[in-house]
């Protein structure tokens, strides 16, 4: 009895040392996520801050979302200077002059445009910078990375309209010529806006044969719930109306007309 009794006795500070020991972990435990909530609360800032550096991209250097997108409410715009970079876009025939040189003056003077009705304007670029990944060597991973931002910028926007500017090619001849819009189907309210700035460049521009809305399942309209459209200014395969798109006074005029266009459908949808 008496070796029963050791053995009992044993076995009961054995389990009173395991249980203190369980206790005490559990304490020690419950100590460290208080001291993170208490440093969460005292300092989020710096930790949002330094959680954000490491899910940038990297080679990362650009603005912020928090930079490109205007808090100011109303309505928003969102001008899309396609290209840029390393991707060039297509390239005149008389003069070589790139795509993407040409669809930033556009934009540019574009927002100008939009910034004079009143509206607030998001830039997904205003220079040749990357906006992207600025320091990977691979175009192909650079262009994606690119892409995807303007992807988050057209997300991200709560904008009530989104444009991107381009310049078109025909590889089948140099006959081709005048502006022509693109929107992603019927069903989008892209069909609508696109219909508004079709007609306002056929007729200020005086297009003597000029071309009707026509419809693309491109990625940059696909985004948002915003109406979307791609503006194809000209036609870069035909030498004189590269060399006209190049012009100042013109590319005005094609800002002028868009963003007539743009004012029409937010005239009719009452924004």
Do not use: W
Request: glycine share 8%; proline share 4%; aromatic share 8%.
């Amino acid at each position: 009895m008496s070796g029963t009794s050791q053995s009992i006795r044993t076995g009961r500070r054995r389990h009173r040392r395991a249980t203190g020991r369980f206790f005490l972990f559990l304490t020690i435990a419950l100590l460290i996520i208080v001291s993170i909530f208490l440093l969460y609360r005292a300092f989020p800032f710096e930790i949002s801050k330094a959680a954000e550096g490491e899910m940038a991209p990297a080679g990362e250097n650009t603005q912020s979302l928090k930079q490109i997108i205007p808090a100011a409410g109303g309505i928003k715009v969102i001008v899309d200077p396609g290209h840029g970079d390393t991707d060039v876009g297509t390239k005149g025939v008389s003069t070589g002059r790139l795509e993407k040189e040409v669809n930033l003056e556009i934009a540019l003077k574009l927002k100008t445009v939009l910034e004079n009705k009143g509206y607030t304007v998001i830039m997904t670029r205003e220079s040749d910078e990357p906006i992207a990944a600025a320091n990977e060597p691979d175009a192909k991973v650079r262009k994606a990375a690119d892409m995807a931002r303007r992807e988050e910028i057209i997300r991200t926007s709560n904008a009530d309209v989104f444009v991107s500017v381009h310049q078109n090619f025909f590889d089948q001849g140099s006959g081709a010529t005048g502006p022509q819009v693109f929107y992603r189907d019927r069903e989008a309210p892209g069909y609508k806006l696109a219909q508004y700035v079709q007609s306002a460049l056929n007729e200020q521009l005086g297009i003597v044969n000029p071309r009707d809305v026509n419809s693309g399942d491109y990625q940059l309209l696909r985004p948002g719930t915003q109406a979307s459209i791609i503006v194809e200014c000209g036609f870069f395969s035909n030498p004189e109306e590269e060399q006209k798109l190049q012009k100042d006074d013109y590319q005005q005029s094609i800002a002028q007309a868009v963003g007539s266009g743009i004012e029409a459908y937010l005239s009719e949808k009452n924004l």
